[in-house]
T-cell receptor
């Protein structure tokens, strides 16, 4: 079974609007971390936001927030006030702390911000 | 200078040739990883190392080998390159378990083309 599932291969959003990128995960490890990375067309991987499995509150970093629903095993990324520079691939990832400590990545969502 | 440096950044080679991708880091992290990225497949783990004497296979290690020469250096070798190893390769580092986020820090990527 896939550890990380991103069901939206491509998304479009109007500039200045908010957009939600979906991510579900599968783990039996009670201790894990969830990450979102941005990959612009230049190719580098940029860390955006982190959510720990024991964190009580949803993580926020500037215009990025993570909608963490533990019971549903979802960790959706919300980008508010989209900008043209937000156009990129976005990857959701998980790190299982007690089970090998590896990182698992989803297949990514390509976001295009429309002027 | 980047904290995680990969060389070469781009390489075109022929089938059957031996190729080495090198990675060095100044983060002081014990953990290093090699990932491969193919369009539509996200990032797949090739090998990882949690310290100099520790080497582990990832999900797609066949056809690859690695060497951890020092804490700061982790190289990936393709002993006899084949066209389906054409991909973008990333080196990454992370802190050990127990740190708040433990996110992956990525190099700039090495784009390899095997003809």
């Amino acid at each position: 079974a896939q550890k990380i599932t991103q069901t939206q291969p491509g998304m479009f959003v109007q500039e200045k609007e908010a957009v939600t990128l979906d991510c579900t995960y599968d783990t039996s490890d009670p201790s894990y971390g969830l990450f979102w990375y941005k990959q612009p067309s230049s190719g580098e991987m940029i860390f955006l936001i982190y959510q720990g499995s024991y964190d009580q509150q949803n993580a926020t970093e500037g215009r990025y927030s993570l909608n963490f629903q533990k019971a549903r095993k979802s960790a959706n990324l919300v980008i508010s006030a989209s900008q043209l520079g937000d156009s990129a691939m976005y990857f959701c990832a998980m790190r299982e702390i007690n089970t090998g400590n590896q990182f698992y990545f989803g297949t990514g969502t390509s976001l295009t911000v429309i002027p | 200078d980047a904290d995680v440096t990969q060389t070469p950044r781009n390489r075109i080679t022929k089938t059957g040739k031996r190729i080495m991708l090198e990675c060095s880091q100044t983060k002081g992290h014990d953990r290093m990883y090699w990932y491969r990225q193919d369009p539509g497949l996200g990032l797949q783990l090739i090998y990882y190392s949690f310290d100099v004497k520790d080497i582990n296979k990832g999900e797609i290690s066949d056809g690859y080998s690695v060497s951890r020469q020092a804490q700061a250096k982790f190289s990936l070798s393709l002993e006899s390159a084949i066209p389906n190893q054409t991909a973008l390769y990333f080196c990454a580092t992370s802190e050990a378990t127990g740190q708040r986020t433990g996110e992956l820090f990525f190099g700039e990527g090495s784009r390899l083309t095997v003809l």
